[in-house]
């Protein structure tokens, strides 16, 4: 592929985001990731796809000057966080959005996707020395084995950022680190994520600046209208599954900023097992 037959649009964190002259996406990872990673995304999105969640469908592996990425249909420009949550006035609005949208994608199944018990076990095993000590991986292992079984989709990255509105209503992307699980085992990361996570690379110094001051009311509306859509949905059963979403989270960024807070949860929740 011609390098200059793209248009930047996004950054992420270990990614950058193009629109090419056709409209359709190319997600181009950074160099640092191999390809057998590129390529595990691209079969998790096909997953993803056939079992009919909305998402933009994944076209094709390439490779663009030495880095490999993922060629999408295009699913439209503004995501959740900048077209909507920019006004503290759709806090509300946008926190109930998101439930339902959520929810949705938890109807799905994918027998085809990793279990989220094995992945969490296996991620943990990649965590930096002293996050979790030698004589606790069996702990952890009799802690993820006690969890649910589930094939529910999870997404285990959802947030505003990765819901793309447009006309005909929205699609959900970035699907690199889906497993199958309990619905609870999703619902407890996206809290974490709204709880605690540093905001993306990319992100508007407004929106830097706006994200704190409303994340706990956001995260609020959005826990409130999970409940009263779901009755089954508890408090107790999202929290079994912090230490797992835990896990992925550190494993997944290693982000300077989150290590003492999540090393934190991590040992608690393996102590008072």
């Known amino acids: 592929m011609n390098s200059m037959d793209k248009q930047f649009l996004a950054?992420?964190?270990?990614?950058?985001?193009?629109?090419?002259k056709d409209k359709r996406v190319l997600k181009l990872l950074h160099k640092t990731v191999?390809?057998?990673?590129?390529?595990?995304?691209?079969?998790?999105?096909?997953?993803?796809?056939?079992?009919?969640?909305l998402s933009p469908h994944a076209l094709d592996l390439v490779e663009v000057d030495g880095r490999h990425g993922i060629i999408f249909e295009w699913a439209g420009e503004n995501d959740l966080m900048t077209a909507k949550l920019g006004n503290p006035l759709n806090v509300r609005w946008g926190g109930r959005f998101m439930?339902?949208?959520?929810?949705?994608?938890?109807?799905?199944e994918a027998e085809k996707l990793p279990d989220?018990?094995?992945?969490?076990?296996?991620?943990?095993?990649?965590?930096?020395?002293?996050?979790?000590?030698?004589?606790?991986?069996?702990?952890?292992?009799?802690?993820?084995?006690?969890?649910?079984?589930?094939?529910?989709?999870?997404?285990?990255?959802?947030?505003?950022g990765n819901i793309i509105l447009s006309s005909n209503g929205y699609q959900i992307i970035d699907w690199a680190e889906a497993v199958k699980g309990a619905p609870e085992a999703d619902l407890a990361m996206t809290s974490l994520?709204?709880?605690?996570?540093?905001?993306?690379?990319?992100?508007?110094?407004?929106?830097?600046?706006?994200?704190?001051?409303?994340?706990?009311?956001?995260?609020?509306?959005?826990?409130?209208?999970?409940?009263?859509t779901q009755p089954g949905i508890t408090e107790e059963n999202i929290e079994k599954w912090m230490l797992a979403a835990a896990i992925f989270r550190m494993s997944m960024w290693s982000l300077?900023?989150?290590?003492?807070?999540?090393?934190?949860?991590?040992?608690?929740?393996?102590?008072?097992?």
């Open 116 to 160: 989220i018990r094995e992945e969490a076990l296996r991620m943990a095993h990649t965590l930096p020395e002293g996050i979790i000590r030698s004589h606790q991986y069996p702990i952890l292992e009799r802690y993820l084995d006690q969890l649910p079984d589930g094939n529910n989709i999870c997404h285990m990255d959802f947030h505003p």
């Open 11 to 20: 950054e992420g964190r270990v990614s950058d985001v193009y629109v090419l």
């Open 193 to 228: 994520i709204l709880s605690m996570a540093e905001t993306a690379p990319g992100t508007s110094l407004f929106l830097r600046i706006i994200i704190p001051i409303f994340r706990k009311a956001f995260e609020r509306n959005y826990r409130a209208h999970l409940m009263a």
């Open 256 to 273: 300077a900023s989150e290590q003492a807070f999540l090393t934190t949860m991590i040992q608690q929740k393996l102590q008072e097992f």
């Open 34 to 53: 191999p390809v057998e990673k590129v390529e595990d995304e691209y079969r998790r999105c096909k997953i993803v796809s056939a079992a009919g969640v």
């Open 99 to 108: 439930a339902t949208v959520h929810l949705e994608l938890l109807k799905h």
